[in-house]
């Protein structure tokens, strides 16, 4: 008897190449767009509000390029929730602390960084 192993085990539902929760954020976006917030907008900028709305929404579901295995808005509810007190320090000197590293391990002098 053969069994098949599955190759992924934690696979996300999908439908039309989009996963539920993506399909729900737009659904009920274009909802919104074109029911209740077209009545906000003037006649002169229909179009340019549908243009301008579609293309939005539908950026917002495809992959971050900043994030990667997030999508955009994911990333911009990241934007909005992160703790603006933290501080997180960047390390200005990578190449020359790499360089003392190499020193310390390797016991002599790379003269390729300074």
């Known amino acids: 008897m053969k069994y098949e192993i599955p190759t992924e085990i934690r696979s996300k ?20 767009v074109f029911t209740m ?42 934007l909005f929730k992160h703790n603006r007190q933290t501080y997180h320090s960047l390390d200005s000197q990578k190449l020359l602390n790499e360089n003392c590293f190499k020193k310390r391990d390797t016991g002599r002098i790379d003269r390729r960084y300074g």
Not at 13 to 32: A, D, R
Not at 49 to 69: D, E
Request: net charge positive; hydrophobic share 55%; charged share 10%.
């Open 13 to 32: 539902p999908k439908l039309f190449g989009l996963e539920m929760k993506e399909l729900i954020i737009l659904l009920v976006s274009f909802f919104l």
């Open 37 to 78: 917030l077209f009545d906000l907008v003037h006649s002169v900028f229909t179009v340019p509000y549908f243009t301008v709305s579609g293309a939005l929404l539908l950026w917002i579901v495809i992959p971050s390029r900043n994030n990667p295995g997030m999508k955009n808005y994911m990333s911009f509810y990241l």
